[in-house]
C-alpha cells in the first residue's frame, strides 16, 4: 500500500480518535455516576501523579520561569503516555486496519452482487450500508480499547441523533423515500418515468434524490420525498405500447371510405404490430365531424416514431382522397336593406 493509499486512512483515524478522546470527560463522568462492573480496571501498578493545584500563573515572572513546574507536567505527561500511549496506538491501528476491511467487504460484497444479477442501484446501497455499518462497530470497539465507556458513549450519541434526526427531518424523509425505491423498484436506471412533476428518462437513484433527463437535455434532481408521495408512471415498463389517435372527419365524407384508408396506412407500415390487432371504429358524433379512433400497437421504442409518422401519413393522404378534416369557422351573413 502507498502513501497516497494510507494518509486517507490515518486521517480518518486520528479524527475518529478525536473525536472519542472529545467524549471522553462525559463518558467518564456518566461512568463514574454508574460504574460499569464488567469493565476493565486500569492496572493498579502505575504509580498515579498529583496534578498540580493550578496551572501556570504568567503573571507570576518567578513561576514562569521556574523549570521544576515544567518538569512536573513532563512528569505527568510521561506517566499518562506510559499509562494510555500503547491503548491509544492499538486503537489507531484498530480504526486504519478496520477502515480498510470495512472497504474491502463493501466491494467484495458489491462485486458479488453485480455477479449475482442485482440491480446496480440496489447493490450501491447494500455495499454503502455495508461500509457504514461496518465502520461504526469499528469505531465503537476503539473507542472501548482507549477505556471510554461505550454504553455512555452509545446513549450520547443516541440523544444526539436525536436531535440531528428532528433537525433534519426533510431530508430524513428523503432517505426513507430513497430505501423504498431502491428495494421495491417502481423504476431503475434508463427508464423513462413520470415522477415529482418531471417527464424523462432516469439518470441515477440516490439516497436522497433522484436525477431525471428530460427530453430537451435538462437534468432535474428530484427529491425522492416528492416522488413517493406522488404518482409514478414508468412509460416504458412494458415491451409494447398502444398508439391513442382521434381522426375527425367531415358529415358528408363516406366513413367506410375512411376506415379503408386508415386499414390501409396502418398495414402499410412494419413497425406496428399484429398481435394486438388495431382497432378502427367511430367513437363519437360530435357536433360537427364524426370522430374515429385509431389504436394500434407498437413497440415502446418505435412509439414516438410511429405515432408521429402516422400522423402525417393520415393528413396527407386524406387530402389526396379528397376526405374532410372539419375546424371550428364561423359564418357571417351580411344583410343590406334599401334606403326609403
Sequence with gaps: MNLKKIIP????AVAALFFCCSVAVFAHAAGDAAPDKGAEKVSQAVVKEEAPAK????????????PETYVQYLKIGQDWLITHGPR????????????????WFAAVGRKAMNR??????LSRFLGKLIYYALLAAVVIAAADQVGINTTSFLAIMGAAGLAIGLALKDSLANFASGVMLILFRPFKVDDVVTAGGVTGKVQQIDI?????LTPDNQKFIVPNSGITSGVI????????RRIDLVVGIGYDDDIRQAKATLEELIRADERILDDPAPAIAVAELGASSVD????????TDDYWDVRLDLTEKIKLTFDEKGIS????????HMYQQAAD
Design 292 to 299: 374515429l379512433i385509431v389504436r394500434p400497437w407498437v413497440k
Design 88 to 103: 491509544i496506538l492499538i486503537a489507531l491501528i484498530m480504526l486504519v486496519v478496520g477502515r480498510w476491511l470495512a472497504m
Design 325 to 332: 378534416f372539419p375546424y371550428p369557422q364561423q359564418d357571417v
Design 233 to 240: 408512471t414508468n412509460i416504458n415498463a412494458e415491451p409494447t
Design 208 to 212: 436522497f434524490s433522484t436525477i431525471i
Design 116 to 121: 449475482g444479477g442485482v440491480e446496480e442501484t
Design 9 to 12: 486512512f490515518l486521517t480518518t
Design 55 to 66: 496551572l501556570i500563573d504568567l503573571s507570576n515572572p518567578d513561576e514562569v520561569l521556574n
